[in-house]
Antibody, heavy 112, light 111 residues
Framework: ELQLVESGGGLVQPGGSLRLSCAAS????????MSWVRQAPGKGLEWVST????????YYADSVKGRFTISRDNSKNTLYLQMSSLRAEDTAIYYC?????WGQGTLVTVSS | QLVLTQSPSASASLGASVKLTCTLS???????IAWHQQLPEKGPRYLMR???????TKGDGIPDRFSGSSSGAERYLTISSLQSEDEADYYC?????????FGGGTKLTVL
């Protein structure tokens, strides 16, 4: 079964850091670009970052550039998002996604 | 600048059909898009990829009631024989090298 399962969300103080993980199964992980998309409470979907299949190329939304780092371990079928210098406006559900498949999301709350 | 525009809301009666619109910004009318459905309090679900010629490829398990079409810079999602469980937010999405863009979403109410 095709599946993406996120983990690592939680409550963090402003300025803090957090690392999200996304475990993939049911498909050849190393063949696909992978992305993180977030959704703030009551808002729409916002693209965060994308990484190429080989991890050779990464892209970021301007809102997170310089603060977030996307990476992947193809030997572990896992996608990561390292988030630092977190702000209140980063509070959202973070979804892992590939073409035609979404994870269930993990909630990140930035608050003191 | 690549932008997708959607109406914030739409409504239609149970059993009827509804056509949702997603408009590509000027200069981007050849872009393919994807449609996603988000049920209340749930994560998004991929519906289909829709090309500029109107051809579309649906995700696994998506009912035949869901179809897509295109005209110029407009991309449409048509849902026929509306059911109560179709009440959801619908998002369109497109992409360029290094950039992914979502529309603001349309909240569909089934009357």
């Amino acid at each position: 079964e095709l599946q993406l399962v996120e983990s690592g969300g939680g409550l963090v103080q402003p300025g803090g850091s957090l690392r999200l993980s996304c475990a993939a199964s049911g498909f050849t992980f190393s063949s696909y670009a992978m992305s993180w998309v977030r959704q703030a409470p009551g808002k729409g979907l916002e693209w965060v970052s994308t990484i190429s299949p080989s991890a050779g190329t990464t892209y970021y939304a301007d809102s997170v550039k310089g603060r977030f780092t996307i990476s992947r371990d193809n030997s572990k079928n896992t996608l990561y998002l390292q988030m630092s210098s977190l702000r209140a406006e980063d509070t959202a559900i973070y979804y892992c996604a590939k073409q035609a498949l979404w994870g269930q999301g993990t909630l990140v709350t930035v608050s003191s | 600048q690549l932008v997708l525009t959607q109406s914030p809301s739409a409504s239609a009666s149970l059993g009827a059909s509804v056509k949702l619109t997603c408009t590509l910004s000027s200069g981007h009318s050849s872009h393919a898009i994807a449609w996603h459905q988000q049920l209340p309090e749930k994560g998004p679900r991929y519906l289909m990829r829709l090309n500029n010629d109107g051809s579309h490829t649906k995700g696994d398990g998506i009912p035949d009631r869901f179809s897509g079409s295109s005209s110029g810079a407009e991309r449409y999602l048509t849902i026929s024989s509306l059911q109560s469980e179709d009440e959801a937010d619908y998002y369109c999405q497109t992409w360029d090298t290094g950039n992914v863009v979502f529309g603001g979403g349309t909240k569909l109410t089934v009357l």
